[in-house]
């Protein structure tokens, strides 16, 4: 059967994949109305195209922190990318730096920040998670500039893990031949297993719950590297993130897997797009399965996109292939809703291209 959208991976993988890994990477938060309603949300913007513009020409090109990229569709960090395929997280880079875009490295990657760098030339962001001895958050964001990494982006939504009940269920663990490569000198990268979930476990004794706003600018006294905050969701904290040095903020809430009943990321954005008053560019993941998400993103005044998800559940289908299709499909999607909507190129993407619940109606266009 022909793939011939993202979300037809999901079913794939699930058939591939082990029951506790499966469920590792597709479930949420306790209920998971977060995780259906990153999703529902898109489905309640609407188009606004204007018609009769010459879209022969398209361009998606785009700048992040200052480099450039093909598209602002980027790769965001998920975990233990070898077990959803052999070739991990060497796959996924290289399938990114195909696509001419950004990939983000996980802390918990099953391949270490050498090993990613050495699949050859892209560019690549380190996902961090801050442990409670620093020391080895030092020589992790060392090793990662050292690498060639070229932003940290700071994951600032998990001082606990949030309570994902199939993991529970499954007693989640990862797999016996797998470790956590970044910590594997420091006796870090096992997870034991645990009357729960082995990763909460993990969590608990390990990532440090004290971390606050002064850990923000504690990182950039040991960095030269650009710090994004990943895992912003109201205008109060992305005001606070421009005071505390962000060089940029990632709408996240984490895949819907950390606080259940939080709004969707696309719901959540454009609160903290107008705080930041473009100060600082400001990314969006959750819930990206369509060129058109990227556009209505966009329109709200995202920066660029992340997705998830469907690189992990594309790599169990068909490894690095299944990646490039993936970021092939959302691009050509992508491109379609430009033409479609009348925009040539990605500054031409406004708020007036979409209508959304919020929206106050508008006044009727005079003759």
Known sequence: ME???????????????????????ASGAEDQWTLQENRNAFARILFRPRILIDVNKIDMATTVLGFKISMPIMVAPTAFQKMAHPDG????????????????????????????ASTGPGIRFFQLYVYKNRKVVEQLVRRAEKAGFKAIALTVDTPRLGRRESDIKNRFT?????????????????????NDSGLA????????RTLSWKDVQWLQTITKLPILVKGVLTGEDARIAIQAGA????????????????????????????ATQGRIPVFLDGGVRRGTDVFKALALGA??????????????????AGVRKVLQMLRD???LTMALSGCRSLKEISRNHITTEWDTPRPSARL
């Open 3 to 25: 793939i011939t959208n993202v979300t037809e991976y999901d079913a794939i993988a699930k058939a591939k994949l082990p029951k506790m890994v499966y469920d590792y990477y």
């Open 89 to 116: 997280e060497y796959a996924t880079a290289r399938a990114a730096s195909a696509a001419g875009t950004i990939m983000t490295l996980s802390s918990w990657a099953t391949s270490s920040v050498e090993e990613v």
């Open 333 to 335: 999607e992508f491109e």
């Open 174 to 194: 990862l797999p016996p031949n797998l470790t956590l490569k970044n910590f594997e000198g420091l006796d870090l990268g096992k997870m034991d297993e645990a």
């Open 247 to 274: 060089a940029g903020i990632i709408v996240s809430n984490h895949g819907a897997r950390q606080l259940d009943y939080v709004p969707a990321t696309i719901s959540a954005l454009e609160e903290v797009v107008k």
């Open 303 to 320: 920066s660029g996109i992340f997705i998830g998800r469907p690189v992990v559940f594309s790599l169990a289908a068909e490894g690095e």
């Open 201 to 208: 476990s993990y969590v608990a004794g390990q990532i440090d």
